[in-house]
Structures are given as structure tokens and as C-alpha cells.
């Protein structure tokens, strides 16, 4: 698609860019913005990239009441051979217009978006960090601006792309986490909108993760919401168990997100001849495996930290070592393979790579 | 608490009034609102009364992503021998707090913000509309301004209280409402957010709510998210059913709103010695007393229509009449005496109405 009708204001003076130390995750923001709006008699129109900055709403916005959000998140990385590229981000595109569809959101053009995304990107490149494990985060979301308090689906929306350049997120090298079993808060359940990538599911989870975080653990694992047994996700990314030799993760239950890291995972471990299941697990049988010495790895997947091992685990009473406490060896190869594919350093079997410039 | 240090900065030009008859719910705002800001090193600081307007935020406002705010709704009425008088708004504070605890939003001063809610409303008195069932409906609430990335309780707040003059809720007299049961779709599970009052509750029922519409129904029934089988609200109200000379509803399970119409009800009922129970109530057991012909009345609670009588019910393959598709005794004889007790023609025994002015 061509973007010659993709409307660019210029920021006049460009902002003083962070030094790589100081990135952490989404504090910085680049200099441009993509923005388009909605309304039911236009559809989507007016697709612009603005200097990035303030937007401004009226108080009875419908987002602030009932919520009718949600966004996606994937990464840009430099790399020596190709340019600037991005993984896998169809699948980003896709699986907004799945939430839109749960929130009663109108679908977006998909083609249209990305081309956008990766119009934003070659204008802001500066703005891609270089050093190790860093990359810049990009953030679409979609927000219902109507100015009315009635529960209904909005006749307004906007949708804004930002990006956000971000350290790495292993500053001392890939380490494994503490994780608490939770089983009094409940993040999603069948029917509800965990399956979707909206901000109320973000909202339910936090008061949990502080109590963890007091407790001392660094991520809280989230049972299901109807018998509070069967395994979902760890914080915000998918989960994966080797249990005597075998990979497992929880089957896509509808009220657990379909993680495009995880899908690249099961993939990649198919290809290594890896026997992986998607199916139930609940916390039980995973404590069960343990006692007989069969659990022998536990991680988890998502865009931010790609595989992030699972040292302990902690449920009711119970407290459990996973792989010595180290990273596993299959965690291990995961890490180091995807990242190597999605900052060109490796080869890509896959085609997940895709060139921006 | 004297309001000496409560800032008013006042409208240039006032806005046009709307015709009673144009009121509708929630599209109108008055010339100002009240707005506070929290921080964590200041706590919540800048209490003032501005102009209504438009308000600025970095896009990547955490409200926007990860959707930490809680609201409330309550209304002011225009008395003969009272002048301005608010239903039980202490109960709506006290509930803020509640909701702001399982949102992770830090506690609010519930005296401060409601007699800066008394000053707003004294302010914009003439915005009270006069017509019969008509009323000043006021909508505080709470978003997360910080602007970062990162699924965590927010260090920056924003409280706002806006002001809508609605017209009456039935304009052609209160009347039946027809009702799906929707058994597919879930709004809350306990150990989730059902009891607050935050946006992702509404965003996980506007898809259902449409579904319901589409099949010519006007309301949703909410069964439980663990058995799909206790009934929990309808729409956004709360619900009661009178059966066999019992009037009973769901109990405070944990995933329903502890509603103040439910409970004014609840006190009203008992005074006048009808016999009340809160408890689990299956949608089986429901339509079985209706296949008795001891299913008398159903109704929902709420602020926006204090009584919504429902006339039909349909779950699965059955759809039943209740009360011959009229308006219930008892729930008239309700709505009479809270919309008397509300608009000050009725005496006032449990203490409920609070003057403003
Ligand atoms: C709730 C949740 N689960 C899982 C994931 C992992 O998804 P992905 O691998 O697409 O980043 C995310 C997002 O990163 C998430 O927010
Ligand atoms: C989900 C829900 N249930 C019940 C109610 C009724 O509560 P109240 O009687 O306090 O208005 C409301 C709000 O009006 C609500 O949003």
C-alpha cells in the first residue's frame, strides 16, 4: 500500500534521546505518533504521524468509564544484515482486530495499520536503540473517545501508535524468576475477556502482583477462574512446562492470550523434534511431577522478555525448586535461538522476520 | 470542612442549557466539574473547581493500557421544602474506596471529595433540571495519568467529577423490560473485579449486551462465572424476584456490586415487613417457581432507574411472563416511595435524603 496519502507533520525541534543505561521499559517515548479516527458514519479516516504528544479528551470519554480498549505490543531490532525488522507482526495486526472483535471494537484495515507501523518506525529510526538486548517497543492501542455515559458500544474511536525505546531486559544476564501460585484472585475466565488483549484484564491482575511482590515473588501465576486448579499464564506471558521429556503449555481456553512468542515456541520445538502438548495442566499434577522428579523446566514467553525461566514456585504451602534454581537448558536454547532470529543473527527458517528497510 | 482552600476557577461564558425534553442520559455536562490530582509524594493535592473541558493526557497515560479507574454514579434532585438534596452519597464515597482498593488506587478522603462534590453541585444549581423525573446526574471518578509502560499501580491519579442533567427514565411511564439470560458470555467471577466499580466490568458486557439487543431483548441477566448457573445482576443493576410471597436476591457473592438502590430497597422491604433474603438463586430454580405460578415479580435496582420491573425472561429454550407482563405491586409501591423519598414528597424515616443547599 502506497503512503501517499499518509498525512506527516514534522516535530519542529526533535527531542534529546535517553542514553542506552537509562531505557528500562516504556518511559521514553519517540518523536512521532500515528493517529486515526473513527466514526460509524466515515469507518476509519484521517491516518496521520504527528509529533508525539498530549492528546486531549473529553472527561466523559467512554474510555474512562466502561473501558472499551485494546492494544498490542511488538518490537523493532537492527540488525547488521537486513536493516530495521520486525517479528512476526501480522500476527500483532491480526490479534487486535480478535480483541477489537471481543470489545466490540470496529475492525481495523490490518495491511493499512502495519504500513503505518512501518512508516512510523523509518521516520523515527534514530530513535532504535543499538546495544544489547535492546529494541524499540511499539504500542497500538485503541481507545473509545465518544463523549457519553451510556454502557454501549462507542461511535468514536482513535487509534494511536507509539513506540518506546527499550533496554534490555535481562541487565545481568537471563535469569530465572520466583513465581506464586494465586489462587484467591482470579486475572480471567471462560466467557469473560482474558482471551482478548484489553486493559481491564491488566487492571484485575495488579492487586495480586503487589501481594506477591510483598511476599517476595517476582510474578504471580494465575489459575483458572472456574475451579481454580488448571494453569493460564505467568504475569503477562504464556507458560511452559517440561515434564519428563515433554514439553506442555495450557491449551488456548479462551480466557488465556494467544501469545505470539508462544506460538513461535511450540514451532520451534516441533522443528527440533521436541514433543510439545497443549492441553490442561493444573497446578496439582505439576507438583505431583516434581515429587517424582519429572519437572524439569518451567518459563515463561512473551514480547518483552522472549523466555524467562522459572526458578521457584511457590503454591499454598508448598515451596519448589525448579532445574536447580538455573535456566534450564531447553528455556536456554529457546532464548538464545529466537533472539538470534529476531535480531538477524541467526538464520531464519521460519520467515518471521520482516524487513522494514 | 470549610472550603476556604478549595481553588474555583469560573467559567467566561456560560454554556447553553438543553430543552428538558433533549436531556437524555449522560450527554449534556454542566459549565464546570471538580478535578484532584494524586501523587505519591504529595498524596492527592490541587483540589479545584474548573471549567468543564477537555482534558490532556500523554498517551501513554497508564488508564489508557492497563485500565486502573474506578467510578461512581449517584444523583441530585430539586426539592420543594428542601431545596438541593443527594440519596445516600456517603455510601457512593465509602463505595470509591472500596473499588479503589482492589483497583490499587490509593484511598481518597470521602468527606473532602464529597463536600467538594456538594460545592460543584451548589455551583451548578441551575443545571438541575425541574421535569418530572428528571435529576442532576453526577459521575466522580479516578484514572491513572502516570505515563509509563508497565503493568504495576500507577504513582500518578487523577480524580474528576463531572455532572450530567438527565431527563427521566421512562419517558412513557415506568414500564416491564424484557431480559436474556446469557449463559455464554461472563461479566465477573469472584476473586475478580465484579465488586468495584472499574471500566473493564462494562467492557466485558458490551458484546452480550449487543447480542441480547439484537435478539430483541433490552437487558443482559449475568449468571455466575464459576457454574454459570446463579444469577447475578441484570445490566448494570441489581436484581430481585418475589417468590411465593418472599422477595429474594443474589447475596453479595463477591462478583456482584453492593448496590445503595439494593440496599435501600432490602431496608425499605423489611419495614414494611415483607420477608428478604439474600442468597444464591439458580436461574432453575427461578423458572421452576415460575412453572408453580409462584414466580410474582422480578425486578432490577439501580441509580440510573431505581426500579426496572421485568416483564419476560428468556434463558435457553424457554422464555416466561412474569407478573402478566406488568408492572409488579411490590415494585411499584417501591419506585413510588425511593423516588418520593429522593424527590422529598414522601417523608424521609431512614435518614436518607442529605441536603446540599
Ligand atoms: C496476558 C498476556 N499473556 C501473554 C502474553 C505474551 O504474548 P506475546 O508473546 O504475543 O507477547 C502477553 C503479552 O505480551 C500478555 O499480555
Ligand atoms: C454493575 C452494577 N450493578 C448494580 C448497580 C446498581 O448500583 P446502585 O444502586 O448503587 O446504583 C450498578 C450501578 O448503578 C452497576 O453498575
Redesign the pocket.
Known sequence: MSHSNLKFIQREQLKVKPKASELGFGKYFTDHMFVMDYSTEQGWYDGRIVPYGPISLDPSAMVFHYGQEVFE??KAYKTEKEGIVLFRPN??VK?MNDSCDRLSIPQIDTEYVLSAIKELIKIDQEWIPEGDGTSLYIRPFIIATEPCLGVRAAKQYQLLVIMSPVGSYYKEGIHPVSIYVEDHYV?AVRGGT?AA?TSG??AAGIKAQEVAKDLGYSQVLWLDGVENKYIE?V????VFFKVNGEVITPELSGS?????????VIAMLRSWGVPVTERKISVEELFDAHQKGQLEEAFG????AVISPIGSMKWEEQQIEIAGGEIGECAHKLYDSITGIQRGTLDDPFGWRQVVK
Chains 1, 2 share one sequence.
Do not use: P, Q, V
Not at 235 to 238: D, I
Not at 301 to 304: F, K, P, R
Open positions: 505490543g511488538m500476527m500483532n490479534r486475572r482474558g488483549k484484564n491488566y499464564e504475569g503477562s506471558m504464556n488465556i492470550l494467544a501469545g505470539i512468542t508462544r506460538d513461535s514467553t512473551g514480547t518483552a
